[in-house]
């Protein structure tokens, strides 16, 4: 929408850069049309949408892994409404925080896990909250790059067993999934 405002106004970024594999990436889109809805953003919780003056997506392939650049640019409006009466929020923090991002990671591993120990696959909202979790969590520079590559080939085993509904080949995927955070903890923690 064009308000007549032109240039001179001071901006904020909000900023996320996600790594996922190509399969992913549809899943990524259908997360930001529902972010620009107004509903949830899956994958892109943390970055403000709403109200954005200029949007950037940039998506290129970086070591076998499909990498996604989001930048949403918004006018500071100190609270104040623009011209044509619309209020305009100042963005949130640009993109997860890596604490809490291992804490969620943290309790919807345990709960996937419990699941197929039990002999049964997890519930779909569990499942997505630990695969779009395990998604950022392997964006993260210098916090176990290492292990990301086979953590993100299990990650996707995990993916396939779940479609396809076979328990065994969820647990072997758990399983891996596990033998390769406990190395990963081991060195970085």
Not at 37 to 52: I, K, M, N
Not at 53 to 82: M, T
């Amino acid at each position: 929408m064009d308000t007549g405002r032109t240039a001179g106004k001071a901006t904020q970024d909000s900023k996320v850069e996600i790594s996922l594999t190509s399969e992913g990436l549809p899943q990524l889109f259908r997360d930001l049309a529902a972010a620009l809805e107004g509903g949830t953003g899956g994958a892109l919780d943390g970055v403000d949408l709403h109200g954005c003056a200029k949007l950037k997506v940039e998506v290129r392939r970086k070591d076998g892994r499909v990498v996604v650049k989001l930048k949403a640019k918004h006018e500071e409006s100190g609270g104040a409404a623009d011209p044509s009466g619309v209020s305009v929020r100042p963005p949130k923090a640009a993109g997860p925080k890596y604490g809490p991002l291992k804490k969620r990671l943290k309790r919807s591993w345990k709960a996937v896990r419990e699941a197929v120990l039990a002999g049964r696959a997890p519930g779909a909202a569990q499942a997505e909250a630990f695969v779009a979790d395990s998604e950022r969590m392997v964006a993260f520079p210098g916090k176990g790059d290492a292990y990301y590559a086979p953590y993100t080939t299990a990650l996707e085993s995990f993916r396939i067993a779940l479609k396809s509904g076979d328990i065994a080949a969820l647990r072997s995927a758990c399983d891996e999934l596990e033998r390769v955070k406990v190395q990963c903890h081991d060195r970085y923690k």
